[in-house]
T-cell receptor
Framework: DAGVIQSPRHEVTEMGQEVTLRCKPI?????LFWYRQTMMRGLELLIY????????DSGMPEDRFSAKMPNASFSTLKIQPSEPRDSAVYFC?????????????????FGPGTRLTVL | DAKTTQPPSMDCAEGRAANLPCNHS???????VYWYRQIHSQGPQYIIH???NNETNEMASLIITEDRKSSTLILPHATLRDTAVYYC??????????FGAGTRLTVKP
């Protein structure tokens, strides 16, 4: 398996522009997560989906952020309009809780991240 | 999920064991202790997890105290490639994994 795939790997845009980040989870995984990482705030969970349904979006900073998962193999995180303070590395992760070495197994597999710079 | 506390940084000599502590004094009975690490510029990587018994896999060992208020991740023979930020997370059956600041481990030659 290729692992979690994210695109683009790097994105540079100007303030006010719409940004769309994409994620393809590992095939067969039923949970998908979006994280944001900055030096100041560390690694933050933004939202996660179970079986394509958003479960907890309490980490989404504000209405400018939205996430969708139209099917089991694709998710997007959209920022509209973007602001310089949105500059960060955005990670997508997927998991298949309970399907592993033990019933408690809940490993999240992370993608390589998208480095977003908003000028 | 319970809050965890880790030292901000640690050093370890190459080839020696690295022992990374984590306090989770408010952990509840159904919360597991998970360890992840993040090597520079990469996404976090799962290492190991446990509930109350000590666990070992090909990467590390996890020692959990009997009262479950603290744990130690052991890398038995640290290499330069083990230099990373190590995160200790207390997680129940939900998927809501909250990363703290972690411990920055530097393995020195």
């Amino acid at each position: 398996d290729a692992g979690v795939i994210q695109s683009p790997r790097h994105e540079v845009t100007e303030m006010g522009q719409e940004v769309t980040l994409r994620c393809k989870p590992i095939s067969g995984h039923n949970s998908l997560f979006w994280y944001r990482q900055t030096m100041m705030r560390g690694l933050e969970l933004l939202i996660y989906f179970n079986n394509n349904v958003p479960i907890d979006d309490s980490g989404m900073p504000e209405d400018r952020f939205s996430a969708k998962m139209p099917n089991a193999s694709f998710s997007t995180l959209k920022i509209q309009p973007s602001e310089p303070r949105d500059s960060a590395v955005y990670f997508c992760a997927s998991s298949n809780p309970g399907r592993g070495p033990s019933s408690s197994y809940n490993e999240q597999f992370f993608g390589p991240g998208t480095r977003l710079t908003v000028l | 999920d319970a809050k965890t506390t880790q030292p901000p940084s640690m050093d370890c000599a190459e080839g020696r064991a690295a022992n990374l502590p984590c306090n989770h004094s408010t952990i509840s009975g159904n919360e597991y202790v998970y360890w992840y690490r993040q090597i520079h510029s990469q996404g976090p990587q799962y290492i190991i997890h446990g509930l109350k018994n000590n666990e070992t896999n090909e990467m590390a060992s996890l020692i959990i105290t009997e009262d479950r208020k603290s744990s130690t991740l052991i890398l038995p023979h640290a290499t330069l490639r083990d230099t990373a930020v190590y995160y200790c997370i207390a997680l129940n059956n939900n998927n809501d994994m909250r990363f703290g600041a972690g411990t920055r481990l530097t393995v020195k030659p």
